[in-house]
């Protein structure tokens, strides 16, 4: 059964833009904090951005700024809106979904995953 789904991404030109959409349950979404990871060619997976249940968002540095998480309640969809999109910005990104006992993002990887959505930025 399929709990997240992404959508959104897609090859662009450095400083283009992209907004990549994570549709999750109803049950899931209402009850998890919900965030964004990425993954570059031979490189580990690596948190990006968060928005938790109460509507905080954090960001990893180089993305902050350029890059903005929000949820919608209604629709039980994330967002990740990407500007100024830059060539190391590359990578499959991964929704996730976690228990709100985890308020550590970095280096914390739980919870559920979508299947990842691929963004491909040229120079």
């Known amino acids: 059964q399929v709990q997240l789904v992404e959508s959104g991404g897609g090859s662009v030109q450095a400083g283009g833009s992209l907004r990549l959409s994570c549709a999750a349950s109803?049950?899931?979404?209402?009850?998890?904090?919900m965030g964004w990871y990425r993954q570059a060619p031979g490189k580990e997976r690596e948190w990006v951005a968060s928005e938790l249940i109460g509507g905080r968002t954090e960001y990893e540095d180089s993305v902050r700024g350029r890059f903005t998480v929000s949820r919608d309640n209604a629709k039980s969809t994330m967002y990740l809106q990407m500007n100024s999109l830059k060539p190391e910005d590359t990578a499959v990104y991964y929704c996730?979904?976690?228990?709100?006992?985890?308020?550590?993002?970095?280096?914390?990887?739980?919870?559920?995953w979508g299947q990842g959505t691929q963004v491909t930025v040229s120079s």
């Open positions: 996730n979904a976690r228990s709100p006992v985890y308020s550590r993002w970095r280096g914390v990887e739980t919870g559920y």
């Open positions: 109803r049950s899931i979404f209402i009850s998890n904090h």
